[in-house]
């Protein structure tokens, strides 16, 4: 049987639709699904809930998560002020998908973090974040990239003997959308691919038997168009299965 892979949702809120201006709706982005589901895995969006054991519950029920991107992360997980610089946050998600990953590690279920969801796993770990690049020494690149989504806009070089090494390769153009990075490193995390500017665009934990791979990039959205995009949706899946 194919693998179920949980995709962690957001909430979406039309206030120019109709009798229905305003009305919450729990979604993730399709190129997720299309991402998963091309991969080989099943994908099932995971709403956000509050309760612990239901979290728990879950996370029960897929063989994989895939944390999605979105909202900036409260700062308040690694005890700062929010600055001026920090965009829109979302507390209940940011509880949501902690615990998504706690719960995840419980059960060795295998873990991929994108964008902000790589930012989430550093949290989860107890790293924390930039609230902003301006706040990053010497960073150049502009990572919010004014391209079509899935173009590829500057490069990333992996950490040899890296899991992200053994997917793209030692060196790759990626495709950026974000403000926020990885700062101190979580708890046993490792920082396996930069870009030129020093910024860390992949985190990894391979111990007791886990798969946790955070990439601060968008394959989802590049998946169509390069292979070793869709691969990293591979190799979550191969995991899965096993």
């Known amino acids: 049987m194919k693998p179920i892979i949980g995709i962690s949702g957001s909430i979406l809120s039309n206030e120019n639709d109709g009798v229905f201006s305003g009305y919450e709706r729990a979604y993730v982005n399709d190129d997720y699904v299309l991402s998963v589901s091309r991969a080989g895995g099943v994908p099932y969006i995971v709403p956000m809930i509050d309760n612990d054991e239901d979290i728990k519950e879950q996370i029960s029920h897929v063989d994989g998560v895939v944390l999605s991107g979105g909202y900036d992360v409260d700062p308040i997980y690694w005890g700062e002020e ?4 920090l965009g829109r946050i979302f507390p209940r998600r940011d509880n949501h ?21 790589c930012q989430i796993i550093n949290v989860a770990f107890g790293g924390s ?7 990053i020494k010497d960073c150049y690149i502009k990572h919010s990239q004014s391209a079509k989504p899935y173009e590829a806009t500057h490069t990333i070089d992996t950490k040899d003997g890296s899991v992200i090494r053994e997917i793209v390769g030692e060196s790759v153009r990626v495709n950026s959308f974000h403000h926020l990075a990885v700062k101190e490193l979580g708890n046993g995390l490792i920082a396996t691919a930069y870009s ?9 934990y391979m111990e007791d038997g886990n798969f946790v791979l955070g990439v601060q990039f968008h394959p989802e959205m590049m998946h169509a168009y390069y292979d070793f995009a869709l691969n990293i949706f591979k190799k979550l899946v191969s995991k899965a299965k096993k």
């Not at 929010?82 to 610089?85: G, L, N, P, R, Y």
């Not at 974040?129 to 706040?135: E, G, K, M, R, V």
């Open 196 to 204: 030129k500017d020093g910024v860390v665009e992949s985190i990894e």
């Open 82 to 85: 929010i600055t001026s610089k």
């Open 97 to 117: 998908e902690i615990k998504m990953v706690k719960y995840a590690l419980e059960m060795k279920k295998p873990i991929l973090g994108i964008c902000r969801g």
């Open 129 to 135: 974040l930039y609230q902003d690049l301006s706040f």
